[in-house]
T-cell receptor
Framework: DQQVKQNSPSLSVQEGRISILNCDYT??????FLWYKKYPAEGPTFLIS?????DKNEDGRFTVFLNKSAKHLSLHIVPSQPGDSAVYFC???????????FGTGTRLKVLA | GAVVSQHPSWVICKSGTSVKIECRSL??????MFWYRQFPKQSLMLMAT?????????EQGVEKDKFLINHASLTLSTLTVTSAHPEDSSFYIC?????????????FGNGTRLTVT
């Protein structure tokens, strides 16, 4: 039972364009959401987060949008750079079980 | 930012031996650390929550006698894979939160690639 879903396993974007990564969740007890970037053979690196009381959070080229009614969040990267090529995981904090739940990841490839 | 150090980064061991993986929070104290496991092309699966000074909380399906977790200090948690078998080969990653509050992100170590021959 996957409570955090990233339905696109991969995404290719041209350098300079916008990358949009999507994530859906099913549990209304989730109240804090995060995005991580992961290179092969390395641990995930924290990118940006958003609390459920907000609908948008921006940090440089990264913006996270949260639509609580749709139980959907997205990560926008603009402009995309080749160094952004990695696997991106969304995660949610389950305030019912005190655990972070991770999605299955989306592999982003930014083409030069 | 918060730094979590994990050692070793990779290890190869023979079937039946035990392997210890260390996870340290370098510039902060972590009362709770989380151990994850990642299979190829899959998500991060939580194995257990390590609590300083008390027993770890294991997720369903994770054998506590096989994956021994010790959190003896506020900056160190260890995972020991006992009597390792080839099916234990995986990528193990530890993590910790800078703050104990819920809206604090997890910071991850660089992971340990375990290969059991």
């Amino acid at each position: 039972d996957q409570q955090v879903k990233q339905n696109s396993p991969s995404l290719s974007v041209q350098e300079g364009r916008i990358s949009i990564l999507n994530c859906d969740y099913t549990n209304s007890m989730f109240d804090y959401f995060l995005w991580y970037k992961k290179y092969p053979a390395e641990g995930p690196t924290f990118l940006i987060s958003i609390s459920s009381i907000k609908d948008k959070n921006e940090d440089g080229r990264f913006t996270v949008f949260l639509n609580k009614s749709a139980k959907h969040l997205s990560l926008h990267i603009v402009p995309s750079q080749p160094g952004d090529s990695a696997v991106y995981f969304c995660a949610a904090w389950d305030s019912g079980t005190y655990k972070y739940i991770f999605g299955t990841g989306t592999r982003l490839k930014v083409l030069a | 930012g918060a730094v979590v150090s994990q050692h070793p980064s990779w290890v190869i061991c023979k079937s039946g031996t035990s392997v210890k993986i260390e996870c340290r929070s370098l510039d902060f104290q972590a009362t709770t650390m989380f151990w994850y496991r990642q299979f190829p092309k899959q998500s991060l699966m939580l194995m257990a929550t390590s609590n300083e000074g008390s027993k770890a909380t294991y997720e369903q399906g994770v054998e506590k006698d096989k994956f021994l977790i010790n959190h003896a200090s506020l900056t160190l948690s260890t995972l020991t894979v006992t009597s390792a078998h080839p099916e234990d080969s995986s990528f193990y990653i530890c993590s910790a939160r800078l703050l104990s509050s819920y809206n604090s992100p997890l910071h991850f170590g660089n992971g340990t690639r375990l290969t059991v021959t």
